[in-house]
């Protein structure tokens, strides 16, 4: 089946634009978790949805982010007023609420770069 | 709080030879402990997972890892290295089942022919 799916695969932007990032989780899945991978701070937790609860944004690194999971599937995840130090891959990954819910399925990232 | 420690950013050993990646983990409620690889421009694959079932665990591509508690160690080992083997690999530890995952620096390990 489909695995996790994230667009755009690569995205430039100018310091100071606002950027929308996606994600489209594996079907059924109903826990949904961001990542940023960056040279200085390795792999960093953003956020995690889980079915209808609140998010978890403890990971979140300033009010410039945020993120949304319409109808408990897609995940948008928008950096306002973009700074260089955004420019990171960010990854998605999704797992099921039931059986072997330990796995955490990620897409293939969107590599940021704020010039 | 959890946090994960990986001695060596990176290793490198001769085809054929042990692998032995470490990683060290904190934690104020039992965890649950993983291994990622990521292969150059790829998203992370799962080789392993400890849940609290048996203390030895098997994943994919021949690797293995133990979990000792008294430790705080989740050491990945595999017995011959292969030049597919050639990744980045990560540690991570949750508290709970589904929870946020929080990972150590990464291992880049290197195969020499």
């Known amino acids: 089946g489909a695995g996790v799916s994230q667009s755009p695969s690569n995205k430039v932007t100018e310091k100071g634009k606002d950027v929308e990032l996606r994600c489209d989780p594996i079907?059924?899945?109903?826990?949904l978790y961001w990542y940023r991978q960056s040279l200085g701070q390795g792999l960093e937790f953003l956020i995690y949805f889980q079915g209808n609860s609140a998010p978890d944004k403890s990971g979140l690194p300033s009010d410039r982010f945020s993120a949304e999971r319409t109808g408990g599937s897609v995940s948008t995840l928008t950096i306002q007023r973009t700074q260089q130090e955004d420019s990171a891959v960010y990854l998605c990954a999704s797992t099921s609420s039931g059986g072997n819910s330990y796995e955490q399925y990620f897409g293939p990232g969107t590599r940021l770069t704020v010039t | 709080a959890q946090s994960v420690t990986q001695l060596g950013s990176h290793v490198s050993v001769s085809e054929g030879a042990l692998v032995l990646l470490r990683c060290n983990y904190s934690s104020s409620v039992p965890p649950y402990l993983f291994w990622y690889v990521q292969y150059p421009n790829q998203g992370l694959q799962l080789l392993l997972k400890y849940t609290s079932a048996a203390t030895l665990v098997k994943g994919i591509n021949g690797f293995e890892a133990e979990f000792k508690k008294s430790e705080t160690s989740f050491h990945l080992t595999k017995p011959s290295a292969h030049m597919s083997d050639a990744a980045e690999y990560f540690c991570a530890v949750s508290g709970n089942q589904g929870g946020k995952l929080i990972f150590g620096q990464g291992t880049e390990l290197s195969v020499k022919p």
């Open positions: 079907s059924g899945h109903t826990a």
